[in-house]
């Protein structure tokens, strides 16, 4: 029985700057000086541009 007081998850997708509920994480942006970023792309758009979830990457 799932949790009553967990809801949807909405993300944010970075490709086509919009809120998902399918996204996931495609590149870490790694900075020298100051915190980095996380790029998220949602389903459509990892199909579309053929992106790769970074925990399946090389």
Do not use: K
Request: aromatic residues 8%; contains cysteine.
């Amino acid at each position: 029985m799932a949790d009553a007081t967990e809801g949807p998850r909405f993300d944010w997708c970075h490709w086509h700057n919009g809120p998902s509920g399918t996204a996931v994480l495609i590149r870490i942006i790694e900075q020298g000086s100051g915190p980095g970023a996380a790029l998220y792309a949602c389903a459509p758009c990892r199909e579309q541009r053929r992106l790769i979830p970074y925990s399946e990457q090389p």
